[in-house]
């Protein structure tokens, strides 16, 4: 079946680093892949998608390639703000079964400190 | 545009207790979701809706937990009886439409959070 794997966390950085989560896929034929936010207290928010190999989504400063050879869709912000923390999820869409059907990962926990 | 609503945003029983919950999708959205979201996992499909028809419940424990969406609007999920394993936050999602070569954007509910104790 489908899954989804995520850098563990909790990630913790100083304003202004730069940030990498890790995610990789296992799918049958050709899934689009996304990263949803999840701020506290609130739901999750599509951050970005890609839907084909070699694609760039991209949103608020973060950047996801999908990349069909390492089955992979990490996660980068060139310099992150206190405002980044929230948890982040990785997740894909199979449209070979069902189109509207998301596996997620299990989320990547983001602090950023001043 | 208003969001996907749902109420209660919290909720405590007691096991064996009976609870629903409700979701009020964005206007115009064909296609509804619930999601279990356990502590420190991701969300877990329960149901889909398409309109008033169910489109996948796979994953829902269907001796224990139950979803209906009548008119294609409003939706309820029921637990009955609760379990303490069934403490999480229940998500529910719409997409305008599903079904076509891609992935329609969803669009999450802030959750109802519960604890079964």
């Known amino acids: 079946g489908n899954s989804v794997t995520q850098m563990e966390g909790p990630v913790t950085l100083s304003e202004e680093a730069f940030l990498t989560i890790n995610c990789t896929y296992t799918a049958t034929g050709y899934p689009s892949l996304f990263w949803y936010v999840q701020y506290p207290g609130e739901g999750l928010q599509l951050l970005l998608k890609?839907?084909?190999?070699?694609d760039k989504g991209s949103n608020k400063g973060f950047e996801a390639t999908y990349r069909k050879e390492t089955t992979s869709f990490h996660l980068e912000k060139g310099s992150v703000q206190v405002s980044d923390s929230a948890v982040y999820f990785c997740?894909?869409?199979?449209?070979?079964?069902?189109?509207?059907?998301?596996?997620f990962g299990d989320g990547t926990t983001l602090t950023v400190k001043p | 545009e208003a969001g996907v609503a749902q109420s209660p945003r919290y909720k405590i029983i007691e096991k064996r207790q009976s609870v629903a919950f409700w979701c009020n999708p964005i206007s115009g959205h064909a296609t509804l979701y619930w999601y279990q979201q356990i502590l420190g996992q991701g969300p877990k499909l329960l149901i889909q809706f398409q309109n008033n028809g169910v489109v996948d419940d796979s994953q829902l424990p269907k001796d224990r937990f139950s979803a209906e969406r009548l008119k294609g609007v409003d939706s309820t999920l029921k637990i009955q009886p609760a379990k303490l394993e069934d403490s999480a936050v229940y998500l529910c999602a719409s997409s305008f439409r599903t079904g076509g070569s891609k992935q329609e954007t969803q669009y999450f509910g802030p959750g109802t959070r519960l604890l079964v104790l």
């Open positions: 997740a894909l869409s199979d449209h070979n079964t069902n189109a509207g059907k998301s596996t």
């Open positions: 890609a839907t084909k190999a070699d």
